[in-house]
Every structure is written in structure tokens, then in C-alpha cells.
């Protein structure tokens, strides 16, 4: 028997693969990678956000998010713009095709749990449902940890 945060650990990222492969079959069409709609979403919570902030936040090397937003803006799902004090600096928002793109991807996922959550006993559905504050808790302190290690 594992420790109980290895096997915390196992079980979330295998929780984010089966989310991902079931996203991908619930939506084969969709051209985008997980690492855009990461961006998409990640600017959906914060437009405005300079390409140094979605790096550090999504912890992608620079040159990553430079390749994920000309994609996106190829694609006319993300906008540049020029900061209003200093034209160096660009910030990123969604189009409407960006936002939609985002809504997309939240109700497939929402729609994937909707579905499996329909398929469990319900304690466990409850269950669940009593750990959300929880779970919450634990991605502030998983991104306060992170935010510490950063140089």
C-alpha cells in the first residue's frame, strides 16, 4: 500500500489524462491542443495577461507561450495588443472565437463529469461533492508552493 499523498498524486494525474482522453473523444474535432485551451482558459481568467504572466502561471518556458499564442492568434482566438504606458510590452485577451473556444472545452469537461458522476453510487457523488472545499484548498497551496520556488 502507497503513502497516502503518492497515491493522492497517482490518482489526480491519472484523473487528468482520463479527463483528456475523454475530452478528446466527446470531441474529436477540436483542433486544439490541451496546452491552447490551457492558455484560452488561463486567459479567460485573466485578460490582459502579458505572455510572461501566462509562462509563469502555466510554468511554460517563454519561447513555449510565444508557439501557443501566434498559433492562437493564427487561429484568431487571441489578440495582441500593445501596453497603454509602453508599447514593449503585449498583452493577450480572448476574441469572441477564443471565448467560445473556452466555453467549448468547460462544458465538455462539465459534461464528461456530469456523466460519470451519473454512473456512481451516490454516497460517492456526495462524497465528492463534500471535498470540493477541499480540493480548492489544496490548488491554493499547490500554487503557493510553486509561486515560493520560483526564482
Do not use: F, K
Not at 502579458?50 to 493564427?74: E, I, K, M, Y
Not at 466555453?103 to 456526495?126: E, F, K, Y
Amino acid at each position: 500500500m502507497s503513502a497516502p499523498d503518492t497515491e493522492l498524486a497517482d490518482v489526480v494525474a491519472r484523473l487528468r489524462r482520463a479527463m483528456r482522453r475523454a475530452a478528446r473523444g466527446a470531441d474529436p474535432a477540436n483542433p486544439l491542443s490541451v496546452a491552447q485551451l490551457e492558455v484560452l482558459s488561463y486567459l479567460a481568467e485573466s485578460p490582459g495577461a502579458q505572455p510572461s504572466q501566462v509562462a509563469r502561471a502555466l510554468r511554460l518556458a517563454p519561447n513555449s507561450v510565444t508557439t501557443l499564442v501566434n498559433g492562437l492568434a493564427t487561429r484568431e482566438l487571441v489578440t495582441r495588443a500593445s501596453g497603454d504606458n509602453d508599447r514593449r510590452t503585449v498583452r493577450l485577451t480572448l476574441t469572441r472565437s477564443g471565448e467560445r473556444a473556452v466555453g467549448v472545452w468547460q462544458a465538455t469537461n462539465a459534461a464528461i463529469l456530469r456523466g460519470a458522476l451519473a454512473d456512481l453510487h451516490p454516497g460517492w457523488r456526495q462524497l465528492l461533492t463534500a471535498a470540493l472545499p477541499a480540493l480548492r484548498e489544496l490548488i491554493t497551496a499547490i500554487d503557493q508552493l510553486t509561486d515560493r520556488d520560483r526564482p
